[in-house]
């Protein structure tokens, strides 16, 4: 009778330790010395321990790796987000990032951010539910390209009306439209780009993976093939809403100047 009860303890005693270990339950925030950037999907990545919870120093293998656990990135993916953070790395030829130098004003962070104030008006690394609520007002329960694109457009023009040194290059364009597309994959239904509204309020909010909300990370590896194809449905809708008197309207081949942007930074 003792053997079964402390055969039934410690069964009970591997359980919990085998949920302790896993990143997908592990979620704090930022301690003290710790730094996060503009990008809530990163910052959840640290938070989970999928990247160095510091939000430092973070390698190439770290991002790979970090990537793939978290939301099966694949490698190429990795590498090419990992260019072009670098690149904000004051320090010349680095083999790092960390986060808060995410932060380097059109570098990759840009204006009109779904859920964070200009620079002219504020700190991009702290997550602003004003913003966000704008953007998520023009979310239905389910959230498509069509949606996504109509978000995009609607910050745009608000950034554009309250902002007197609002600007926004071809390449951040294209990362905000890639942006969208990424968040409806990873978090939704990769082929039939949707994805259900209360995960992408959860992450963006807390910046936790929303697994309390039944999200598992995906089965099919997302790659820059899938990526570029998201992005440019986005971009399809993104253009039938630009009104040409507010917003100086561009070419389609977003995916061709997130590339083009690759090559300027190595």
Request: hydrophobic share 40%; glycine share 6%.
């Amino acid at each position: 009778m003792r053997l079964a009860a402390f055969l039934s303890l410690a069964v009970a005693a591997a359980a919990v330790n085998v949920s302790n270990s896993d990143p997908f339950e592990q979620w704090h925030g930022p301690k003290a010395g710790d730094v996060r950037g503009p990008c809530p999907f990163l910052n959840t990545f640290a938070n989970h321990g999928f990247l160095p919870r510091t939000g430092k120093y973070i390698t190439l293998d770290d991002l790979t790796n970090g990537l793939f656990n978290a939301v099966n990135f694949d490698a190429n993916i990795s590498a090419f987000l990992f260019d072009f953070a670098i690149s904000t790395n004051p320090e010349p030829n680095s083999t790092w990032f960390s986060l808060d130098h995410l932060t380097r004003h059109n570098v990759l962070e840009h204006d009109a951010s779904l859920s964070r104030v200009d620079a002219f008006h504020g700190h991009a690394d702290i997550f602003n539910q004003e913003a966000f609520d704008e953007t998520r007002s023009h979310w239905g329960d389910i959230v498509n390209v069509e949606s996504g694109a109509a978000a995009i457009v609607a910050r745009m023009k608000t950034c554009k009306s309250t902002n007197p040194q609002y600007s926004l290059s071809q390449l951040g364009e294209a990362f905000i439209l890639g942006e969208t597309a990424a968040f409806i994959s990873i978090l939704g239904d990769a082929e039939a780009l949707t994805v259900e509204k209360t995960r992408v309020e959860y992450l963006f909010q807390n910046e936790r993976l929303p697994t309390e909300l039944g999200w598992k990370r995906p089965e099919a590896q997302f790659t820059t093939d899938i990526l570029v194809r998201n992005l440019q449905a986005v971009a399809v809708e993104y253009q039938k809403r630009l009104n040409s008197t507010v917003l100086r309207k561009r070419g389609v081949d977003y995916a061709e100047r997130l590339m083009d942007g690759r090559a300027r930074v190595l």
